[in-house]
């Protein structure tokens, strides 16, 4: 199953960047990696996604190593308002394709 | 607002009142799911349709019925609960599901529900 692996907890310093890794290694070749983030009893709100290539949009960026294994997500001036639960997600095959969430990273944004 | 509005937010009931949850999507989607989050745990997934079609149940007792009458709502309906079933229920819908390429899911805030 290609399940993640991602720290408990993290502490990032207001304004600075926040990189948050996660592995992946029995990832398939197909499957995408996604990033979402949940603040405190809220629904988890889609952040990126990204295949092979590094990937970046108005909210973060997504650094995937060469052989899959392993992502970075980056928060690159991390707010007070960033503090939320941080999942890495991939495809479970032989299930559906379902997602799996895990119990993702709780970052705290200190001021 | 994410387009996905789940109704109530939260909910109160008793062991054996009957009630239902309520998830709108207009986005377009396929897809609708049912997910619940208790305290301290991951995500757990309940149930999928796709093109109104159940396509998971994830061994979800019977006391949860979902029902999907389009591709823009979904519904749970609740009956006979149990304390332990206090928990986060969220909606989800995405494009479509089981596909081979992105599939990105988008939430509704959830519904609060707390079996006295």
């Known amino acids: 199953d290609a399940k993640t692996t991602q720290p408990t907890s993290m502490d990032c310093a207001e304004g600075r960047a926040a990189n948050l890794p996660c592995n992946h290694s029995t990832i398939s070749g197909n499957e995408y990696v996604y990033w979402y983030r949940q603040i405190h009893s809220q629904g988890p709100q889609y952040i990126i996604h990204g295949l092979k290539n590094n990937e970046t949009n108005e909210m973060a960026s997504l650094i995937i190593t060469e052989d899959r294994k392993s992502s970075t997500l980056i928060l690159p001036h991390a707010t007070l308002r960033d503090t939320a639960v941080y999942y890495c997600?991939?495809?479970?095959?032989?299930?559906?394709?379902?997602?799996?969430f895990g119990t993702g990273t709780s970052l705290t944004v200190i001021p | 607002e994410t387009g996905v509005t789940q109704t109530p937010r939260h909910l109160v009931m008793g062991m054996t009142n009957k009630k239902s949850l309520k998830c709108e999507q207009h986005l377009g989607h396929n897809a609708m799911y049912w997910y619940k989050q208790s305290a301290k745990k991951p995500l757990e997934l309940m149930f999928v349709y796709n093109f109104k079609e159940q396509t998971e149940n994830n061994s979800v007792p019977s006391r949860f019925s979902p029902e999907c009458p389009n591709s823009s709502h979904l519904f749970l309906h609740l009956h006979t609960l149990q304390p332990e079933d206090s928990a986060l229920y969220l909606c989800?819908?995405?494009?479509?599901?089981?596909?081979?390429?992105?599939?990105?899911?988008?939430f509704g805030a959830g519904s609060r529900l707390t079996v006295l």
């Open positions: 997600i991939v495809r479970v095959r032989g299930t559906g394709n379902q997602f799996y």
């Open positions: 989800a819908s995405s494009q479509d599901y089981g596909g081979a390429g992105a599939n990105v899911l988008t």
